[in-house]
T-cell receptor, first 113, second 111 residues
Framework: DARVTQTPRDKVTEMGQEVTMRCQPI?????VFWYRQTMKQGLELLAY????????DSGMPKDRFSAEMPDATLATLKIQPSEPRDSAVYFC???????????FGQGTRLTVV | GENVEQHPSTLSVQEGDSAVIKCTYS??????FPWYKQELGKGPQLIID?????GEKKDQRIAVTLNKTAKHFSLHITETQPEDSAVYFC??????????FGAGTTVTVRA
Protein backbone atom coordinates (compact mmCIF):
# COMPACT_ATOMS: atom_id res chain seq x y z
CA ASP A 1 0.00 0.00 0.00
CA ALA A 2 1.83 3.11 -1.24
CA ARG A 3 1.72 6.03 1.13
CA VAL A 4 3.46 9.26 2.02
CA THR A 5 5.59 8.85 5.13
CA GLN A 6 6.34 11.73 7.46
CA THR A 7 8.68 11.88 10.44
CA PRO A 8 8.49 12.69 13.25
CA ARG A 9 4.76 12.33 14.00
CA ASP A 10 5.03 14.66 16.97
CA LYS A 11 7.62 17.24 17.93
CA VAL A 12 7.77 19.48 20.97
CA THR A 13 10.54 22.03 20.99
CA GLU A 14 11.53 25.22 22.70
CA MET A 15 11.31 28.57 21.02
CA GLY A 16 14.46 29.38 19.10
CA GLN A 17 15.37 25.78 18.36
CA GLU A 18 15.74 24.37 14.86
CA VAL A 19 13.11 21.93 13.65
CA THR A 20 13.43 19.59 10.69
CA MET A 21 10.50 17.63 9.32
CA ARG A 22 10.97 14.87 6.78
CA CYS A 23 8.80 13.36 4.10
CA GLN A 24 9.11 10.35 1.84
CA PRO A 25 6.77 10.78 -1.13
CA ILE A 26 5.04 7.92 -2.89
CA UNK A 27 7.43 6.21 -5.30
CA UNK A 28 6.95 7.61 -8.79
CA UNK A 29 5.34 10.85 -7.69
CA UNK A 30 7.37 13.81 -8.92
CA UNK A 31 5.35 16.57 -7.24
CA VAL A 32 5.66 17.19 -3.51
CA PHE A 33 3.70 19.68 -1.42
CA TRP A 34 4.08 21.05 2.09
CA TYR A 35 0.90 22.22 3.83
CA ARG A 36 0.33 23.67 7.27
CA GLN A 37 -2.95 23.15 9.13
CA THR A 38 -4.17 25.31 11.98
CA MET A 39 -7.62 25.86 13.43
CA LYS A 40 -7.48 29.51 12.47
CA GLN A 41 -6.10 29.33 8.92
CA GLY A 42 -7.11 25.85 7.86
CA LEU A 43 -4.93 24.14 5.24
CA GLU A 44 -2.34 26.48 3.75
CA LEU A 45 0.10 25.62 0.98
CA LEU A 46 3.64 26.48 2.05
CA ALA A 47 5.63 25.18 -0.92
CA TYR A 48 5.66 22.67 -3.70
CA UNK A 49 8.28 20.95 -5.80
CA UNK A 50 8.25 19.26 -9.16
CA UNK A 51 11.11 16.99 -10.15
CA UNK A 52 12.88 18.19 -6.98
CA UNK A 53 12.86 21.82 -8.11
CA UNK A 54 10.90 24.37 -6.06
CA UNK A 55 8.03 25.75 -8.15
CA UNK A 56 6.35 27.93 -5.58
CA ASP A 57 7.26 28.72 -2.01
CA SER A 58 5.34 31.98 -1.75
CA GLY A 59 3.30 30.65 1.17
CA MET A 60 6.38 30.15 3.30
CA PRO A 61 7.92 32.73 5.66
CA LYS A 62 11.30 33.09 3.98
CA ASP A 63 13.21 34.37 6.95
CA ARG A 64 12.83 31.22 9.01
CA PHE A 65 11.45 28.46 6.80
CA SER A 66 13.27 26.49 4.13
CA ALA A 67 12.22 23.50 2.03
CA GLU A 68 14.44 21.19 0.03
CA MET A 69 14.44 17.90 -1.83
CA PRO A 70 17.91 16.37 -1.50
CA ASP A 71 16.75 13.48 -3.65
CA ALA A 72 13.57 12.06 -5.16
CA THR A 73 12.77 10.05 -2.03
CA LEU A 74 13.20 12.77 0.58
CA ALA A 75 11.71 16.20 1.14
CA THR A 76 12.56 18.34 4.17
CA LEU A 77 10.98 21.36 5.80
CA LYS A 78 13.14 23.26 8.23
CA ILE A 79 12.26 26.03 10.66
CA GLN A 80 15.08 28.04 12.21
CA PRO A 81 14.52 29.60 14.66
CA SER A 82 11.14 28.20 15.65
CA GLU A 83 8.48 30.39 17.28
CA PRO A 84 5.29 29.55 19.21
CA ARG A 85 3.18 30.76 16.25
CA ASP A 86 4.70 27.95 14.16
CA SER A 87 2.77 25.43 16.25
CA ALA A 88 0.59 23.52 13.78
CA VAL A 89 0.28 20.23 11.95
CA TYR A 90 2.53 20.11 8.91
CA PHE A 91 1.51 17.83 6.07
CA CYS A 92 3.49 16.57 3.15
CA UNK A 93 1.64 15.37 0.07
CA UNK A 94 2.77 13.94 -3.23
CA UNK A 95 1.13 13.72 -6.63
CA UNK A 96 1.23 12.07 -10.01
CA UNK A 97 2.82 13.98 -12.87
CA UNK A 98 -0.17 13.82 -15.19
CA UNK A 99 -2.92 14.55 -12.68
CA UNK A 100 -3.74 17.12 -10.02
CA UNK A 101 -4.25 14.60 -7.21
CA UNK A 102 -2.43 15.07 -3.92
CA UNK A 103 -1.99 12.22 -1.45
CA PHE A 104 -1.28 13.31 2.09
CA GLY A 105 0.92 11.87 4.79
CA GLN A 106 -0.12 11.54 8.43
CA GLY A 107 1.41 14.87 9.34
CA THR A 108 3.89 16.18 11.92
CA ARG A 109 2.30 17.87 14.91
CA LEU A 110 4.68 20.63 15.96
CA THR A 111 4.41 22.37 19.31
CA VAL A 112 6.78 25.24 20.03
CA VAL A 113 6.82 26.28 23.69
CA GLY B 1 -5.91 33.84 -6.11
CA GLU B 2 -8.60 31.23 -5.81
CA ASN B 3 -11.04 31.56 -2.90
CA VAL B 4 -13.09 28.54 -1.85
CA GLU B 5 -15.99 28.85 0.56
CA GLN B 6 -17.55 25.81 2.19
CA HIS B 7 -20.88 25.37 3.99
CA PRO B 8 -21.99 24.30 6.49
CA SER B 9 -19.14 24.29 8.99
CA THR B 10 -20.83 21.56 11.01
CA LEU B 11 -23.41 18.98 10.03
CA SER B 12 -25.16 16.43 12.21
CA VAL B 13 -27.22 13.72 10.55
CA GLN B 14 -29.05 10.61 11.65
CA GLU B 15 -27.52 7.36 10.54
CA GLY B 16 -29.03 6.36 7.22
CA ASP B 17 -29.88 9.90 6.19
CA SER B 18 -28.04 11.90 3.50
CA ALA B 19 -25.45 14.60 4.02
CA VAL B 20 -24.78 17.44 1.59
CA ILE B 21 -21.84 19.84 1.69
CA LYS B 22 -21.60 22.79 -0.68
CA CYS B 23 -18.64 24.80 -1.93
CA THR B 24 -18.23 27.82 -4.14
CA TYR B 25 -15.10 29.00 -5.90
CA SER B 26 -14.07 32.32 -7.35
CA UNK B 27 -11.72 31.58 -10.25
CA UNK B 28 -13.55 30.45 -13.37
CA UNK B 29 -10.28 28.94 -14.64
CA UNK B 30 -10.34 26.29 -11.91
CA UNK B 31 -10.84 22.87 -13.44
CA UNK B 32 -10.16 20.31 -10.75
CA PHE B 33 -12.31 19.84 -7.64
CA PRO B 34 -11.31 17.17 -5.12
CA TRP B 35 -12.94 16.27 -1.83
CA TYR B 36 -10.93 15.11 1.15
CA LYS B 37 -11.95 13.32 4.34
CA GLN B 38 -9.88 13.87 7.45
CA GLU B 39 -10.24 11.67 10.50
CA LEU B 40 -8.85 12.65 13.87
CA GLY B 41 -5.08 12.48 13.97
CA LYS B 42 -4.75 11.62 10.31
CA GLY B 43 -3.96 13.39 7.09
CA PRO B 44 -6.65 14.35 4.57
CA GLN B 45 -7.63 11.44 2.35
CA LEU B 46 -8.84 11.95 -1.20
CA ILE B 47 -12.32 10.40 -1.48
CA ILE B 48 -13.59 11.66 -4.81
CA ASP B 49 -12.77 14.30 -7.38
CA UNK B 50 -14.34 15.87 -10.43
CA UNK B 51 -12.90 17.71 -13.38
CA UNK B 52 -14.51 20.57 -15.20
CA UNK B 53 -15.52 18.51 -18.21
CA UNK B 54 -17.86 16.41 -16.06
CA GLY B 55 -21.03 17.54 -14.28
CA GLU B 56 -21.50 14.64 -11.89
CA LYS B 57 -19.53 11.70 -10.59
CA LYS B 58 -20.57 8.90 -8.29
CA ASP B 59 -18.67 6.30 -6.30
CA GLN B 60 -20.89 3.99 -4.24
CA ARG B 61 -22.51 6.18 -1.54
CA ILE B 62 -20.59 9.31 -2.48
CA ALA B 63 -21.40 11.67 -5.34
CA VAL B 64 -20.11 15.04 -6.40
CA THR B 65 -21.84 17.56 -8.67
CA LEU B 66 -20.33 20.55 -10.42
CA ASN B 67 -22.05 23.64 -11.78
CA LYS B 68 -19.44 25.63 -13.68
CA THR B 69 -21.80 28.44 -14.57
CA ALA B 70 -22.61 29.10 -10.94
CA LYS B 71 -19.10 28.14 -9.80
CA HIS B 72 -20.22 25.74 -7.16
CA PHE B 73 -19.82 22.06 -6.42
CA SER B 74 -21.31 19.75 -3.84
CA LEU B 75 -20.62 16.48 -2.05
CA HIS B 76 -23.48 14.12 -1.39
CA ILE B 77 -23.20 11.17 1.00
CA THR B 78 -26.16 8.81 1.03
CA GLU B 79 -27.09 6.21 3.64
CA THR B 80 -24.65 7.70 6.12
CA GLN B 81 -22.86 5.44 8.57
CA PRO B 82 -20.99 6.21 11.82
CA GLU B 83 -17.67 5.77 10.01
CA ASP B 84 -18.59 8.70 7.78
CA SER B 85 -18.08 10.98 10.80
CA ALA B 86 -15.05 13.16 9.98
CA VAL B 87 -14.03 16.58 8.68
CA TYR B 88 -14.59 17.00 4.95
CA PHE B 89 -12.71 19.51 2.84
CA CYS B 90 -13.45 20.69 -0.65
CA UNK B 91 -10.71 22.17 -2.82
CA UNK B 92 -10.23 23.74 -6.22
CA UNK B 93 -7.26 24.18 -8.49
CA UNK B 94 -6.18 25.20 -11.93
CA UNK B 95 -3.59 23.09 -13.72
CA UNK B 96 -0.74 24.44 -11.65
CA UNK B 97 -1.31 21.96 -8.82
CA UNK B 98 -2.15 24.64 -6.26
CA UNK B 99 -5.06 23.33 -4.24
CA UNK B 100 -7.09 25.99 -2.46
CA PHE B 101 -9.05 24.38 0.36
CA GLY B 102 -12.35 25.26 1.93
CA ALA B 103 -12.51 25.70 5.70
CA GLY B 104 -13.92 22.22 6.27
CA THR B 105 -17.20 20.67 7.43
CA THR B 106 -17.35 18.56 10.58
CA VAL B 107 -19.84 15.78 9.91
CA THR B 108 -21.28 13.82 12.81
CA VAL B 109 -23.43 10.78 12.10
CA ARG B 110 -25.72 9.96 15.03
CA ALA B 111 -26.40 6.28 15.61
Amino acid sequence: DARVTQTPRDKVTEMGQEVTMRCQPILGHNTVFWYRQTMKQGLELLAYFRNRAPLDDSGMPKDRFSAEMPDATLATLKIQPSEPRDSAVYFCASGLPSRNEAFFGQGTRLTVV
Amino acid sequence: GENVEQHPSTLSVQEGDSAVIKCTYSDSASNYFPWYKQELGKGPQLIIDIRSNVGEKKDQRIAVTLNKTAKHFSLHITETQPEDSAVYFCAASINDYKLSFGAGTTVTVRA
